[in-house]
């Protein structure tokens, strides 16, 4: 995909995608840091600033941001993951200024008036609470917990009550202070762009100084075991998964093939074996948390409580057939056909342009066009699917789950 990359004196980038035949624009700000970058004392403050910074600075109030948006008709809003953090708004064209002036505002100078953190502060609570009330949540957590325990990537997003009950306005600012540089943030753009965007940019974020920021990398040290959070539930969830490759591994290509042809649609095995045939459940897919230091590949089951172990089993034999054989040339042809597909349809609006330009460059990997991801998709081969296949799913295993049963319960399916 084409793109255009400014870096500006004080170091932060521009990166843009030029769509002239739209009518909107897609700004979003994206933040080198995430909930990996905490010390414990600051266990959720990425995540804590993300609803922070909207509550504006001395200029742009909370209710003035969120008027001014509401008349332009633009949509706002932003995210928080273990490594970095997104700000973002979807305008018209012409209404772009307005949209970076605000960001702006944001990013640079938040108030961060003590009445508004402490509102907020029970509005992160009660988010807390809800991901704790949702057992598929707890189920993902125990997982990460059981897989990355110890390593930076294993505490939640959200942080805990505790550290979100005692984190002071100096803790927060702070980590602001220390990750939020112009080093460490990437403006990302698209859609029907303004001769003048570099300078509208340089204008709103010039005069912002700052260091670069670090972040400490570590192999994390993995071995099989499972956690269990007993409840009395209706539905028991499963999550079990092992060990994968890294963010930027050349073999990524071949891994989202396998992915697929496991558990990323109807016409995957475990969906029609787990489902189809047997209906055992309603939910099962497969997924890959790839990052620079770790990865994992990861299945998820919603079953009867009394149907987990016919489950896992199944789970366990699919990931031993895909190791061993791997797929046949009707299931290669169907997800290459799948994922080549998927990608184009996905970067139809300048929204989803924004975000694969600003992801990609915030995390360093190498930008591609859709012809050369088509063409690395295409060239996978068998050889490959059945390489790739074994460093995703042989092990060691660990499982995270919540039902009516104990860890000893579901030892068995990780050796």
């Given amino acids: 995909m084409e793109h255009k990359l400014t870096t500006l004196p004080n170091g932060l980038r521009l990166i843009t995608h030029h769509m ?175 001769d003048n965007l570099v300078e509208l940019v340089e204008e709103a974020f010039g005069a912002w100084n700052g260091e670069p920021v670090e972040r400490t990398l570590r192999t994390p040290h993995i071995t099989s075991n499972v956690r269990v959070t007993r409840r009395d539930t209706e539905q028991a969830h499963l999550v079990i998964g092992s060990p994968s490759i890294t963010r930027n591994d050349e073999r990524r290509f071949a891994l989202s093939l396998v992915d697929h042809i496991l558990g990323g649609g109807m016409s995957s095995r475990l969906f029609q074996e787990i489902r189809e045939t047997r209906g055992l459940a309603y939910a099962v897919h497969t997924f890959r948390m790839p990052f620079e230091d770790a990865g994992a590949s990861v299945t998820y089951v919603g079953t009867t409580p009394r149907q987990a172990d016919e489950v896992l089993k199944i789970v366990r034999d699919q990931l031993g057939l895909i ?49 050369e991801i088509v063409a690395a998709i295409t060239a996978v081969t068998h050889e490959e699917i059945i390489s790739v296949a074994g460093a995703a799913y042989d092990g060691p295993h660990v499982i995270g789950a919540v039902g009516p049963f104990d860890s000893e319960d579901l030892e068995e399916y990780i050796r």
């Avoid at 994206?30 to 600051?42: A, I, L, N, Y």
């Avoid at 460490?184 to 762009?193: E, K, R």
């Avoid at 290459?336 to 990609?360: F, Q």
């Fill in 20 to 194: 002239p035949l739209t009518r909107s624009v897609a700004i979003g700000c994206w933040v080198d840091t995430g909930s990996r970058d905490e010390t414990p004392e600051e266990a959720g403050a990425s995540h804590f600033l993300e609803h922070l910074l909207f509550k504006g600075s001395d200029r742009w109030s909370a209710r003035s941001i969120s008027d001014t948006f509401d008349r332009l008709g633009a949509r706002h809003n932003a995210f928080t993951s273990k490594e970095y953090t997104c700000f973002w708004t979807r305008m018209r064209d012409e209404d772009l200024p307005v949209g970076i002036e605000i960001l702006a505002e944001m990013l640079l100078r938040p108030a961060f008036r003590q009445h508004e953190i402490d509102s907020e502060r029970n509005v992160v609570l009660e988010e807390i609470n809800m991901n704790d009330d949702d057992p598929t949540d707890v189920a993902h957590e125990e997982f990460i917990h059981a897989i990355w325990g110890g390593h930076a990537l294993a505490p939640a997003v959200l942080g805990t009550r505790t550290s979100i009950s005692q984190m002071s306005r100096q803790t927060i600012h702070d980590y602001w202070a220390r990750r939020y540089t112009p080093h460490s943030v990437v403006v990302a753009v698209a859609g029907n762009l303004p």
């Fill in 323 to 371: 190791t061993e054989q791997g797929v046949t040339e009707e299931e290669l042809d169907r997800a290459k056909g799948h994922v080549k597909g998927s990608l184009a349809i996905s970067l139809e609006d300048a929204n989803s342009r924004m975000n694969l330009i600003g992801r990609t460059e915030i995390v360093g990997q190498e930008h591609r066009t859709v012809d």
